[in-house]
């Protein structure tokens, strides 16, 4: 049976296993790569300034794929996608929140491991920072959040489970009996929305998915300051952690920077001293600034009230209805797509057929469709006494006509 080799030159050659050694395979490969001149990928300078790698005689533009791509500028961070589609900060947090905690909720349900509901929540939030949440179902992406995050983490799940884990919570949350999920048309329905809403999150993220989780980190730190026996302080840490991935704090810092965030929280809250002279955080890469910051973002999230799942849905679809009409509105329609009515300066048959009409002078934009109608019905009534009159004197010549005598 023969195999293809690949070769650093970028060629194949064929060798014969069953007839060929391992040593002598070697040698042939060697043989061709000496006998063959290498082609290298150097970077060359696209036309439009970029970098480029020349492979062969076409120069292609370079994908990186680092985690350090899926940190968000601060310059980036607002207005986000939603704010731009007329939803509010404070909304658009509510529903980060809300999102986050239905994934956590469900991958408890699911029996996931914590690092693949983590990494769901800040696919989560990574996707909302590139997609509006007016545009977008926030209960359908979590789906697909959790159900790309399961096979990223290797314990992958049925989407018939992840929606009939979602079906239960829908239930729980309007304090309703619990009963099955009917697999009829709408289960079909969700079902393609959630597939479509995976590959759009896979797309909208570059294919990017890897999470660098801070579970690790926090304990290969507190071994550094000698702190891992103490097992409420490594506990409080990860609760931290955990509670920190409802913020866009795993879309701003690094995982190193959020760890030494949880160690210096639970530190103070459990009033565990630690090294000042100089900070321990240094010695990890941190800075003071970064620390308070995330110290702030994820304390506010004790301070907000728990947000309310049916009216952040009339929010959003209020916003949506808005931006249709909107949409509607640019291209002349009506909410309810008919032809929308222009004003007095610009092209209008009622307005065009209202200028011999006195009656219309001044008469608002909105008035001159009944203007018009009374006209058309004005016109049709006398074409209507005018028809009836010809007819009629058509009869009578008829009949005085057939009166007349015959000449002989």
């Known amino acids: ?77 607002t207005p986000t996608p939603s704010m731009l589609d007329g939803l509010d900060l404070h909304t658009e947090t509510d529903l980060r929140i809300l999102g986050c905690e239905l994934i956590q909720a469900a991958g408890i349900l ?58 239960h919570l829908r239930q729980i949350r309007g304090k309703r009996s619990s009963s099955p999920l009917i697999l009829d048309q709408n289960y079909i329905n969700t079902k393609n929305q959630v597939i479509k809403a995976e590959r759009r999150v896979l797309k909208e993220l570059g294919f990017c998915v890897h999470v660098k989780h801070p579970h690790k980190i926090i304990v290969m730190y507190l071994q550094v300051l000698e702190c891992e026996k103490n097992q409420t302080l490594v506990q409080t840490a990860w ?13 701003r810092f690094q995982a190193e920077t959020i760890a030494c965030a949880c160690i210096y929280l639970a530190a103070r809250a459990l009033q565990f001293p630690l090294p000042s002279r100089p900070h321990w955080y240094l010695l990890f890469g941190a ?46 329609l009506n909410p309810d797509g008919t032809p929308a009515l222009s004003t007095l300066g610009g092209f209008s048959p009622g307005s065009k057929m209202c200028q011999s009409c006195s009656g219309c002078v001044g008469i608002e934009p909105e008035m001159l469709f009944f203007c018009l109608l009374h006209r058309l019905r004005k016109e049709s009534k006398l074409g209507r006494n005018s028809r009836s009159g010809s007819r009629s004197r058509s009869r009578t010549r008829s009949r005085s006509r057939s009166r007349s005598p015959r000449r002989q």
Request: charged share 25%; aromatic share 8%; hydrophobic share 40%.
């Open 1 to 77: 049976a023969a195999d293809l080799i690949y070769v650093s030159a970028g060629r194949w050659v064929r060798s014969v296993c069953s007839s060929v050694s391992g040593s002598a395979e070697l040698a042939l490969m060697e043989a061709t790569m000496a006998a063959t001149p290498a082609t290298t990928a150097t970077p060359n300078p696209l036309p439009g300034g970029d970098a480029g790698i020349l492979i062969g005689d076409r120069v292609y533009s370079e994908v990186f794929l680092t985690i350090d791509n899926s940190l968000i500028p601060e310059e980036k961070l």
């Open 110 to 167: 699911l029996r996931l491991p914590q690092v693949a509901m983590a990494t769901g929540q800040v696919l989560f939030h990574r996707f909302f920072y590139s997609k509006s949440f007016v545009k977008h179902s926030f209960e359908i992406v979590a789906m697909a959040c959790i159900n790309l995050a399961s096979k990223i983490e290797e314990a992958p799940r049925r989407i018939r489970d992840v929606i009939n884990v979602f079906h």
């Open 287 to 332: 800075t003071e600034e970064e620390i308070k910051d995330i110290c702030i973002t994820t304390l506010k999230l004790y301070t907000r009230k728990k947000p309310n799942y049916d009216q952040l849905e009339r929010e959003v679809e209020k916003r949506k209805v808005a931006l249709q009409e909107a949409k509607l509105k640019a291209k002349g």
């Open 239 to 251: 609760n931290y952690m955990n509670d920190s991935l409802r913020t866009n704090v795993f879309v």
